[in-house]
């Protein structure tokens, strides 16, 4: 089970792929230039990508708990 689960929220992110460069396993950009996450990223992929997005448009949550991690 993965223990993280991501949210992009696309009204904040602005296509600067800062999350591709920093984790191009996790993330890459949908045809209209806004991320989207690739299936079966590894987790510590999916935060280190979340942590570079400039906007904090990519949230990271705990599965087990529902915490939010990042940002």
Do not use: W
């Amino acid at each position: 089970m993965p223990k993280y689960r991501v949210e992009i929220d696309r009204s904040l992110c602005s296509g600067t792929s800062n999350c591709v460069e920093d984790a191009q396993d996790a993330y890459e950009m949908g045809d209209d230039a806004i991320a989207v996450v690739i299936a079966g990223a590894c987790d510590d992929d999916l935060l280190r990508g979340a942590r570079a997005c400039p906007l904090e448009a990519i949230r990271v949550f705990d599965t087990q708990t529902g915490k939010r991690i990042h940002p």
